[in-house]
């Protein structure tokens, strides 16, 4: 490999370490999602024995998708230079559909955020309301985890009906808690 070549490809591994430190550091913050644990996506894992297989995976989660990816380019360049190019664009492809992922999951973070939002406003004003908020609001965070489980890319299209579902679930927080201060005489802000 060239010294241009070289550089490029130790900058695009670094990148993708970069990207997958990323992710576990968010994920971290992930707790409707088990931290990220959750398999969502599908990736194709290259081995290279007596011969070359690149096969789809069962569903793996991200940070572990990231890692398979990572683990392909590093093995292409064990490949024959006549087949790197077809198995790096396939490995390109993954990467893209596992990025695309990633931003659906944080998109539906911020959403969740809104729930545990609405539960923490509810523990501090009416703590005896709890229960039964919590009991309401995960059925909204199973609904997104399944959507995200089930299919991630569909996230787009149900991500404005998820967003009405969470609207609903934050009045509820707000009726809970205006109801018992309407019990005590106070008026909520």
Do not use: C
């Amino acid at each position: 490999m060239s010294m241009g070549a070289e550089k490029s490809y130790e900058y695009m591994m670094d990148s993708l370490r970069r990207i997958i430190d990323f992710v576990k550091e968010v994920s971290v913050d992930w707790w409707w999602f088990e931290q990220g644990n959750i398999p969502v996506i599908r990736v194709r894992k290259l081995s290279i024995n007596k011969e070359v297989s690149f096969d789809y995976l069962p569903k793996v989660p991200i940070v572990k998708a990231l890692k398979i990816i990572y683990s392909n380019f590093e093995l292409i360049r064990k490949l024959p230079p006549r087949n790197r190019v077809d198995y790096a664009l396939k490995t390109a492809q993954d990467l893209y559909l596992v990025l695309q992922a990633i931003s659906y999951i944080i998109d539906a973070h911020n959403l969740a955020d809104k729930v545990q939002e609405a539960r923490e406003y509810v523990a501090r004003m009416s703590p005896e309301m709890l229960d039964k908020f919590i009991e309401v609001a995960n059925q909204t965070i199973q609904r997104i985890r399944e959507i995200l489980a089930s299919n991630i890319f569909s996230w787009p299209s149900k991500r404005e009906e998820t967003e009405k579902e969470i609207g609903k679930v934050v009045n509820f927080a707000r009726n809970l808690v205006s109801g018992k201060e309407s019990e005590r005489g106070e008026v909520p802000a």
